[in-house]
């Protein structure tokens, strides 16, 4: 989990319900609460751990770049009410409901919850202001037909399998600006990228960083590197180097992460020394959005080049599948290669 989400402090919480969006051409009908819930005990304790368990999700949670900082954008809710007074905090939350309201512009897109949360996170204490958009579903519960925070609403809003029905937007104060972090279970999926795209760019004004196709060549070079000189055998090796490039591949898969390819691929002291190693190279702890521009053709074929100079290439598949590794020595490698000579190329 990176330190960004570590030492989270919430304090102060509202909610607002959203209806979903009927056939006109109006945004939803918004119920506003008028109440600050102050988090004390142990449903703040549990809230604490659930938000940092879900921005911790390093193939769910994406660091993005905040493209909208007018005097009408999110971000500058987000400084609004990290600077009100309790008698303000209340009027200042509204504008998170009504943003929303107005970025759900589909029928499809279902109404809900919206959570609005102070506190301070990190080592460093930083600000930050916590948007949850939740489904509603049995997990609430409701006092006086106002939302109050309770153990079961926890339990329900975070607990698998409802994972599914909420997005965090996670701002923190870095300087003189805001960092920010977006939860989703959606952000993963290629075919329900849309399903993301209106609370992350609509809503809070984010979009994902043009830094992606650097970031994925990185994640490739210096994955490999560590493969390359881990103490393994040849064979293991070469599993693990056609791991990385089947995980890359996955069309599938938007996102990438060093936590997930590390459970994926790694056991024991290996997965903590590959975490650490990609820690120490100061690699995101968070997801990446995939881009694979630069290592289109690295990822077309597979190849092994020997000390003799001599290299075999299979393009289009893992070696593993096709290459077999007797044995291995010093200087002699004995392998079973799947197939007939056919023809020799210059």
């Known amino acids: 989990m990176s330190s960004i989400f570590e030492n989270l402090k919430l304090k102060k919480a509202i909610f607002h319900e959203l209806q979903q969006r009927d056939d006109t051409n109006k945004p939803a ?45 999110i971000c500058a809710d987000v ?65 006086d037909g106002k939302y109050r925070l309770s153990i079961e609403y926890l339990n329900g809003l975070f607990l698998t399998p409802t994972q599914k029905l909420y997005k965090i937007g996670f701002f923190v104060r870095s300087g003189d600006s805001y960092d920010a972090f977006v939860y989703d279970h959606n952000i993963t999926k290629r075919e329900n990228t849309h399903a993301a795209i209106y609370f992350y760019e609509a809503f809070l004004g984010c979009q994902v960083s043009k830094s992606n196709k650097a970031e994925t060549q990185e994640f490739f070079l210096l994955t490999r590197e560590f493969i390359n000189e881990m ?95 007797i044995s291995s020595k010093e200087n002699e490698t004995v392998l079973a290669v799947s197939g007939k000579m056919e023809d020799q190329k210059n």
């Open 29 to 73: 009908v918004i119920k506003y609460g008028d109440k600050v819930e102050v988090l004390i005990g142990k449903g703040k304790d549990t809230l604490q751990t659930r938000i940092m368990d879900s921005m911790g999700n390093n193939t769910h949670c994406i660091q993005m770049d905040i493209v909208k900082k007018g005097e009408d954008s």
């Open 79 to 143: 400084d609004k009410i990290l600077k009100s007074s309790d008698d303000q905090f209340i009027a200042n939350s509204r504008p998170f409901a009504e943003k929303l309201a107005l970025a759900q512009i589909s029928k499809g897109i279902p109404g809900g919850i919206v959570v609005v949360i102070t506190g301070t996170t990190g080592v460093g204490n930083s600000k930050c202001c916590i948007i949850i958009k939740a489904e509603v579903h049995t997990g609430f519960h409701k006092m």
């Open 231 to 325: 103490e393994a055998s040849t064979e293991e090796k070469l599993n693990f180097q056609d791991e990385l490039y089947t995980y890359l591949r996955n069309s599938n898969e938007t996102t990438i992460g060093v936590k997930e390819f590390a459970e994926r691929c790694f056991s024991g002291k290996s997965r903590d020394t590959y975490r650490e190693y990609m820690k120490k190279a100061e690699y995101p702890d968070v997801g990446v959005i995939k881009d694979l521009e630069l290592l289109k053709n690295v990822l077309k074929r597979r190849n092994i080049r020997f000390t003799s100079g001599v290299e075999l290439i299979r393009k289009n598949g893992i070696l593993r599948d096709v290459v077999r590794i």
